[in-house]
């Protein structure tokens, strides 16, 4: 920025505000985030049904002009000028700060809608919204605002009804949405939710106001667990409880509904809500709710005479889970989706609700049943990789790191880990140096064996592949599991010269005949080295790592020192860090195949014993020096 002065401070309007900044407020302008609209809509609504006002709740979606209506029966947005002097319909509607839940327990004692955005969000991201708040006895109003944002109203008709709730039009703006239009069935299933979260409130899906779908649940966290479960076969007959949890002076702060089961499949599903609406990132009660059934479980084993502990994922396994949380205080959530929960006091409330499940002995004896068996399979079987590994490589267990090579520098920090292979130990030394925590270096020795169409028995010989696969931890053939895969990204670093390039080919060999896996789950990478470091007439340094980009930078500046950089081993730890480590600026190329069987197949052409069919192979193909013309300097981007 030039001019970055007094005149660059500017002030957003609410408007400005959301609609620059779309995906803090709902997630983005996809089909996702439309849709978000819907639910920042009837949340409104659901609040005051689960407040005891009104239990109707009304949608109707209009498929020629892309309106969706929302009809509750609830008190009605209050309006009127409102003790500090402002109409309290256009506050609820227009002011980011404005809204009936930001007074605590006068306004609602649980919400869905929290933050208090939703109908400002909706007013903003539309090029049509109105409202209209029915009050008994104080009448009708009317706020609509059209695409360029001009009000019209509030308008307020005097009539003795008995009816009350509130009307929400609106139309998405094509200028952010484009043209996506609502889909029925994505409404129809987030309907279907919110009826099973909210007992005895109905819930009307209309489609150009004729009945698509209607939903109401009279214990819906049943009907919920059985929907989760699908056709999963179960080992356990399903638990539901429901408790309060209060504090020390007997002051209820948060109702609780569990529902479990477990299933013959290995993974756990845990499905969390909070007031009414999904969180799917779980949060701070997903959390106290694990750590405090693990310790449940452990529990119930020891006084079953089981005398060991099992951690939180075996337990885990398998269960299917629907909690379901009301809170008597004003949730805190990580984003205005409010997808996860991090209200820190619901850990300790979550903890405290899962110390009262209780389990039948049927259930809790196939629980424990479960665990030890599945237990004792999984040490069976790891026993039995471990011998096959240290069998298939020489003594060498390639699931652990007793083994490790001398020269791995390692990573400490694993959560987002990736490792080099590097060229020789002087590139090796430099990234040493400056590498990150999240960054491994293992140098290797020379070129290794080219892995083409050879058997394990014969590649496991070379102690440079055993280095590689020990690194690794992932195991090969029969053993390979890539779950125990150490890294995350594994990086191919050599020079830009023939013995670099070959390297890198036969590295890539290894992967693509004997590990395809990491290959196919995009965990293999090669970086780009530089070929030149020029200096430019204002002094900055600029590294070039294609031949062409170069001569062509060349052509058109002078004043410039040039360096031809011969290999990684020229360049100081600073330079290797900046143009091959550092994440903001290196060229990485990830190695992909569509077709792994004819790739092996061009592989045995290129790469195998036959000269002759290499032969055959370029002359069919004319790959002479001739391609060169191909390449035109005029179709480069240089940045």
């Known amino acids: 920025m ?24 709902i997630g983005g302008s996809d089909s996702n985030g439309r849709h978000q609209l819907f639910t920042e809509a009837i949340a409104n609504s659901i609040d005051e049904a689960v407040a005891g006002y009104g239990k109707v709740i009304t949608v109707d979606i209009n498929t020629s002009s892309n309106q969706l209506s929302i009809q509750d029966c609830g008190r009605g947005v209050p309006f009127g000028i409102n003790k500090e002097g402002k109409d309290a319909i256009v506050e609820a509607t227009c ?33 049509k919204f109105h409202i209209r708040s029915c009050r008994n006895k104080e009448g009708v109003c009317d706020l609509s605002f059209d695409e360029n944002d001009k009000q019209s109203g ?44 909210n007992n005895n409130i109905t819930f009307v899906l209309t489609v150009n106001g004729v009945k698509y779908k209607s939903f109401v649940y009279t214990d819906g966290i049943k009907d919920l667990l059985a929907i989760k479960v699908g056709n999963r076969k179960c080992i356990t007959d399903a638990t539901f409880h429901k408790c309060d949890v209060v504090d020390d002076d007997g002051e209820v702060h948060a109702h609780f509904e569990f529902g479990l089961i477990y299933t013959d499949q290995g993974t756990e599903n845990e499905y969390c809500y909070a007031n ?44 299917v889970l629907v909690m379901i949380r009301r809170a008597d205080f004003r949730l805190q959530f990580a984003e205005q989706t ?51 590994a240290k069998i298939l490589h020489g003594g060498k267990n390639l699931n652990s790191l007793r083994d490790r090579p001398e020269k791995l520098n390692d990573a400490s920090d694993f959560t987002d880990a990736e490792i080099f292979f590097c060229e020789g130990d002087s590139a090796a030394g430099g990234a040493c140096e400056t590498k990150n925590p999240s960054q491994a270096v293992l140098p290797l020795r020379g070129k290794i064996l080219n892995t083409c169409g050879r058997e ?20 090969i053939g029969d053993n390979f599991n890539i779950k125990n895969l150490r ?11 023939p013995d670099g390039n070959h390297i890198e080919l036969l590295l890539c060999t290894l992967f693509l005949y004997h590990l395809p896996k990491l290959i196919e789950q995009g965990k293999v990478y090669t970086a780009i ?111």
Request: proline share 3%; hydrophobic share 30%.
């Open 2 to 25: 030039n001019n970055y002065d007094k005149n660059s401070i500017k002030t957003l309007s609410p408007r400005e505000s959301i609609r620059e900044s779309i995906g803090m407020y």
């Open 95 to 127: 002011n980011l700060h404005g809204g009936g839940k930001f007074v605590g327990q006068e306004g609602y004692k649980s919400s869905l809608g929290l933050h208090g955005l939703g109908l400002k969000c909706i007013h903003y991201l539309s090029s």
């Open 154 to 197: 509030p308008t307020v008709v005097k009539r003795a009804s008995t009816a009350t709730g509130t009307l929400v039009e609106f139309i998405p703006d094509q200028r952010i949405f484009g043209l996506l239009k609502w889909n029925k069935d994505v409404i129809a299933d987030r309907r279907q939710t919110y009826a099973l979260l």
């Open 276 to 319: 009414g609406g999904e969180t799917p990132n779980g949060g701070t009660y997903l959390t106290g709710f694990k750590s405090a059934y693990t310790a449940l479980i452990n529990k119930l084993a020891k006084e079953n005479g089981i005398d060991r502990k099992f951690n939180g994922d075996r337990i885990r396994r398998g269960l």
């Open 338 to 388: 409010k997808l996860t929960l991090n209200s820190p006091e619901a850990r300790t409330l979550a903890s405290k609700a899962v110390a009262q499940l209780t389990f039948d002995k049927k259930t809790i004896k196939n629980i424990l049943d479960k665990i030890e068996t599945e237990q004792k399979v999984e040490a069976a079987a790891q026993r039995k990789r471990e011998a096959q």
């Open 456 to 475: 394990l028995a014969d590649i496991t010989k070379s102690s440079i592949i055993k280095d590689i696969l020990t690194c690794l931890g992932c195991g």
């Open 487 to 497: 890294y995350n990204r594994i990086i191919i670093r050599t020079d830009s010269d």
């Open 529 to 639: 080295s530089p070929i030149y470091k020029v200096k430019d007439s204002r002094g900055k340094i600029l590294y070039f790592y294609e031949e062409r980009e170069a001569q062509k930078w060349f052509r058109t500046h002078s004043g410039f020192k040039a360096l031809h950089i011969k290999g990684l081993g020229e360049m100081n730890p600073e330079e290797l860090y900046d143009t091959t480590l550092n994440p903001e600026h290196r060229r990485l190329i990830r190695l992909t195949t569509a077709d792994v069987t004819k790739t092996l197949r061009l592989y045995n052409t290129l790469r195998g014993d036959s000269p002759l069919s290499r032969r055959k192979f370029i002359l069919d193909n004319k790959l002479t020096t001739a391609n060169d013309d191909l390449y035109d300097d005029d179709n480069i981007d240089v940045d």
